[in-house]
């Protein structure tokens, strides 16, 4: 099963939405769109252990990230994700997810309470060889995204969910727990409910 997840192609020169799979290789063209209406802002919250760590653990390159989802996910959709604060956050529970098996979604969900901004989208990270079976979990403006699955469509999914998203099964549907490696695009009533959301948080309810 492992050699059936997703592999990641970022070309050297030019960027690249590439999604490649044993059995199905799926591209995902890069749309940008210069001024969307909706504009979410994100932070991107790395998750370290103890003091002596900072992100530079994680090696990510946030504008990159930004672009990756922009440019195949949210753009096309007129949703504009631009970047907010980069932090760090000090927590052993949440970096090392494993020992909560079936309970990570609570324990996300109360290690953030204090940590998340509520005018904004939160994006946490943390690493996946400390997880057993996560890619991510979506809660309400938030997500966790474990470091290998940034750059899939683990991360629309997991926004999806922190923006009133469900789960559905339509194949290739972002949303869709089957064939992740096919997932690439949202359907109206989704994009609509996202777009309520934005303005909503954007309003500062
Ligand atoms: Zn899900």
Do not use: W
Not at 96 to 107: I, M, P, Q, T
Request: glycine fraction near 4%; charged fraction near 25%.
């Amino acid at each position: 099963m492992k050699k059936l997840l997703p592999i990641i192609l970022i070309l050297l020169t030019t960027y690249s939405c590439s999604v490649e799979d044993d059995s199905a290789p799926l591209f995902i063209e890069p749309i940008f769109v210069d001024n969307p209406t909706a504009k979410l802002l994100v932070d991107i919250i790395y998750v370290v252990p103890s003091e002596n760590h900072d992100k530079s653990m994680y090696q990510l390159d946030e504008a990159k990230y930004l672009e990756f989802l922009n440019g195949c996910f949210f753009n096309r959709n007129d949703i504009g994700i631009e970047m907010g604060e980069s932090r760090v956050v000090i927590n052993s529970e949440l970096y090392d997810l494993k020992d909560n098996r079936g309970n990570e979604s609570a324990v996300f969900s109360r290690e953030t309470q204090d940590s998340y901004k509520q005018d904004r989208l939160n994006i946490y990270v943390i690493p996946r060889t400390n997880t057993i079976a996560i890619a991510g979990i979506g809660l309400r403006q938030r997500a966790l995204i474990t470091d290998e699955f940034l750059f899939q469509s683990t991360s629309p999914h997991e926004i999806g969910h922190a923006l009133g998203l469900f789960h559905c099964d339509v194949e290739g549907n972002i949303m869709t727990r089957v064939r992740p490696y096919l997932r690439k695009d949202f359907d109206g009533n989704q994009i609509n409910t996202m777009r309520e959301r934005i303005l909503s948080i954007n309003s500062d309810e």
